[in-house]
């Protein structure tokens, strides 16, 4: 039988304000436990929760990034249970009323089409705190749990999907998609290893064609695009081997364990808790101001989809090249000043895909660590363009600049005196030189037929380019060793 | 000096007739020699209220004190204070001490006022006598074999028994306005929102407020004055201006339109009570205003309405005791779940549990839409009850509570305890303001027959959404023309 997968994503993304959602205490990561977390994070008897504006705004910038409507009223719910993380015994989140309504992502697949995933809602939530297992010392630490609180109350915006993603390539681009947009609007750095992002994955399968859904599993916590891959696989597989052998799928939480690289039972829909929901009495109902939206509207940068579309249309680049260096904003950026400096978009693109991010992912290095700044390479390329250097040097020049042994292109190439020789009397006699030296060459070259001379003419231009140290224009020597050979 | 009302003690040491130390070591040595009987109070904080004394009179000998600098004040035990205990009448928080302070009690103290202690109260104030309290039922001053209402109870007994001239306390569903009746008292509740709930440990927040209590309605203005206003601490606190509410308390009532709910005096209200309050309308009557017979429609889904909604945030807000970061945690616990279900098993009494399971189960799956929605559906409608009769008259007028107070032991059942509340619990509901005041000593009906001429009762009086001045002035000018606030119990006189 063949089996169609679905897949939908709650993507958890910590929203990067200051202070925490409901208190004015820090969310700066990996502090001393307990050292950010202030009687309010601790639900200390008779404190009560503000909510933080920035949360809010950031909610909403998100809504508007992907076209969603915005409600005018959301509210907070209590989502009610126990916990030892949990410091009042319930999690301040929003079910019924959320902040954002019905929108949709735009995703890129493997083969360069578009494909839209429509978002359910986008709710506000504040995170719970952390359990800490790890062995305490002392007399009383045996068998003792720790409970660090730093992170209780870090507001987070969940972002439900609709079960629309039909692989796990689906799925692994909807993240990433999203990772994109919320790195784009500044409303979380989504470092997923700290998490700042994380997901949870839910998966069925059916038979190809069948509408209805199979029964799904909920795969919990998952915090990597190659784990949201590989745990789908996983699942896929064990959900369809299961069925064909006449078994059922449950539906239940499961958890992604990567050094098993399986999916686990957690627990079973029977075990699953009654959460009580009910609106937070402490919390006045959220009301948004057209005004306000409008405003925050209005500030949106350009998003990821937005740029692909201009990379494409107005700057000629293809699809591919357009995909890539719009999917993370320093990249895009980073691009664009290449662009703005040396005045070519194809230049630009191939250099930054090519050069710059190969040398990037040989050394593990992001965009933003790039020893090679935009305004360095985009004149380096105009140096090509000016045909002041060719291409040869042109990477000699990019390693130097890399390897920080000059501030510009323009200073490397004097130094390294890799400017190209244009003057037609220099090359001639370094041609003559050659042809002098290579009586045997010379000879074959001219008894061959004139189909075969094209490949033979490779060594006498190795040659000549040897001779002037890479700078000879290529084109020149070409066209004149051409001239002389053929007589 | 302890029969003064807090508006005299302020003349008193601002003629420099006494010193605020002089008050303040007064007071303490009444408590030390009668809050035995009375269990008035959880915690004294009798060091800290005299090193904060002779600080006042210091600060007035400068001349630099402000009007309500060095009066004694006391708080009920659900006001976090820093450094002192704040057990909520719990064993669950007996050894909780918060590392903050409420915001009014921050007001309070930056008013120079001096708390004496913590007072006693239903355990988080669950109830409406004060049997419910870890540390045991307070008495009342009328007559120690009655309670004292609650679950404010502490803090109508002190001030009653001439232990304190002024307290606070908190209303959920009259737990300021009855006991004060029971006590003999003023007791206003604020309009939700018009007072800080920040630093208040939290019974079912939606319905929670302080407010004062003291001997009269002038005295609760003044305090008013101190605790009112917006927080930006608590989101449901209302940003708007605080008036003086003294300024009107001697406003003329000729012409107060005044609407008697026919709700409000029909079967369950004791014969005492309720010639008390007509004595206190005629007296109104003779002060110029005018009586209608007004309707509350949906009066009698109050207190199911209310029995829904209160456990439900209480469920919710009691999560928090669990033994894990603070308050009681049990002995060698096996593991978490152990620990959870034994810390909440010893640390919460029965009353608390009852609620606990109540709200728990009207918010499951289920469960939810059948009561807690049906429930706030009609809260809607009580508050609409009220908007509209507020239409055509100015302020409401009733009894406090059914009976004068009862016998300590004498509600075995806690439904029938519940309706104790049956004409208070519909002002939380709809958020209003309400006040009770002093008209009357009447029969208790104590459980062994003997008579009791002399448990005092309390006229309840309603105002639209941020009329407290108007209630205060309302109250004042039948304080002015009787003397019942006058009225002090036997075990109060200077002899004891």
Redesign the interface.
Known sequence: MQWETVIGLEVHVQLATRSKIFSGASTAFGAEPNTQACAVDLGLPGVLPVLNEGAVAMAVQFGLGINAEIPEVSVFDRKNYFYPDLPKGYQTSQMYHPIVGPGEVEITLEDGDTKRIRVHHAHLEEDAGKSLHETFTGEMGQGMTGIDLNRAGTPLLEIVSEPDMRSAGEAVAYLRAIHAIVTYLGISDGNMAEGSMRCDVNVSVRPQGQEAFGTRAEIKNVNSFRFVERAIAFEVERQIELLEDGGKVVQETRLYDPDADETRSMRTKEEANDYRYFPCPDLLPVKLERDYVEHLRATLPELPAEKRARFQNELGLSAYDAGVLAASRPMADYFERVKEVCGDAKLAANWVQGELSGQLNRENLSIDDSPVSAEQLGELIRRVMDDTINGKAAKQVFQALWNGEGDSADEIIEAKGLKQVTDTGAIEGMIDQVISDSPKQVAQYREAAPDKRGKMIGYFVGQVMKASRGTANPQQVNQLLKEKLDG | MHEKTLTELADGLAAGEFSSRELIESLLSRIKRLDGELNSFITVTGDQALAAATEADALRARGEAGPLAGLPIALKDI??TRGVR?S?GSRM?DN?I???D?TVVEKLSQAGLISLGKTNMDEFAMGSSNESSFYGPVKNPWDLNAVPGGSSGGSAAAVAAGLAPAALGTDTGGSIRQPAAFCGITGLKPTYGRVS??????Y???LDQAGPMAYTAEDCALLMNVIAGHD?????SVPRPVPDYRAELNAPLEGLKIGLPKEYFGDGLDSGVENAVREAIKVYESLGATIHEVSLPHTHLAIPAYYVIAP??A??N?????G???GHRCENPSD?IDL?KRSRAEGFGDEVKRRILMG?HT???GF?DAY?KKAQQVRRLIRQDFLDAFENVDVLMGPAAPTAAFDLGAQKDPVSMYLQDIYTIAINLAGIPGISAPVGLVDGRPTDGRPTDGRPTGLQILGPHFSEARLLNVAHQYQQATTWHRQRPAFAKETR
Request: glycine share 2%; charged share 20%.
């Open positions: 006001f976090c704040t909520c928080l909780f918060a590392p903050y409420a709930r920040y630093g208040i440990i939290a079912a927040s939606s930006a601490r608590d989101s449901t439900a945030e469920s919710s009691l999560s928090r005791f669990d894990v970061r603070f978490l959870y728990t918010l499951s799956e939810f807690y």
